[in-house]
């Protein structure tokens, strides 16, 4: 499981594609954090992504924060809800995808479009996806670039 401080890092991530969406090493980035998301159960804990950045080498100057571990004297809040590691783990391989077609203003929408969610959900009051992602966060990208992105998950 990730903490919420694991999510500031995440979004991090997402500043930093989307300041430079052709980073040559933007899709291993974005690869490692999907393999977070989607094996949360054994990579969980404080700084996951950090961890599973690492054996990328020398990201540059806006991944430092990655060299250095947080340490808690608290307990911070844990992401439960696995709808949410499902949306952000799809969102991170349809930002992979996007980085593999060389495609950059349009790497840098979806990056856009998809970094202030993981602070969005850091709100332990939120049962559901909030309707603020799907009405403002990811509206711009559906208009321009797929209407059909992550549709699943406004049922939900």
């Not at 991944?63 to 590691?85: A, E, H």
């Not at 949306?87 to 950059?104: H, P, Q, R, T, Y």
Request: overall charge negative.
């Amino acid at each position: 499981m990730l903490i919420f401080n694991d999510l500031h890092d995440l979004y991090a991530v997402f500043v930093n594609i989307r300041s430079d969406p052709g980073n040559p090493k933007n899709a291993d980035i974005v690869n490692a954090v999907s393999d977070v998301l989607k094996d949360r159960n054994s990579k969980g804990g404080c700084n996951a992504f950090r961890v599973a950045l690492r054996p990328l080498g020398d990201l540059g100057e806006p991944y430092r924060f990655v060299s250095v571990d947080n340490v808690y004297t608290y307990f911070p809040g844990i992401l439960k809800n696995p709808v949410y590691y499902d949306f952000l783990a799809d969102a991170c391989d349809e930002l992979a995808s996007v980085i593999g077609s060389g495609n950059l203003e349009r790497v840098e929408d979806l990056a856009d479009a998809l970094h202030n969610i993981p602070i969005l959900l850091t709100d332990p009051e939120m049962k559901s996806l909030p309707k603020q992602i799907r009405k403002y966060d990811l509206k711009f990208y559906r208009d321009k670039w797929d209407k059909t992105f992550l549709r699943f998950y406004d049922k939900l």
